[in-house]
């Protein structure tokens, strides 16, 4: 378990309300793990910003991970080693944060989620070579 609590900005707590109204997702748990893995998914390091993580939305790991937590910080893990990065649990818990905020703020940004179709949609898109 790289960390106990995973705490959210109240910017990204917003935007999660507004995803949940929209894709009808109703735990809080389950838009975040689409976020991280959304993120993730990105070829590129996101911004190394200060979070604030000053909003009252707060989970533990396991239930940020469900049956699947293990599986979450081996993701993360992964990705830190193939952007060149340390994989010591400070490093992976700051790249756990930002990606998880950046994948929140992208998704919410995006204008294309308005239901739950468009977020499968857009995690099933193909890549085209």
Known sequence: ???KQVRVSKKAKD???RLKGKTGIKNWNV?????LCYSLSEKTLPSDIQ???DSNLEMSWLTFGGDYYELYEALV???CQQMNLPTNNETVIKYFRLNLER???HLCGTGFIKCFD???KL???????
């Open 118 to 120: 468009d977020l499968v």
């Open 103 to 105: 994948g929140i703020a």
């Open 1 to 3: 378990m790289i960390i």
């Open 51 to 53: 979070i604030a993580a």
């Open 123 to 129: 995690a099933v898109k193909e890549k085209r070579v």
């Open 77 to 79: 893990k992964a990705w």
């Open 15 to 17: 935007q999660l309300s």
């Open 31 to 35: 838009l975040c793990r689409w976020a």
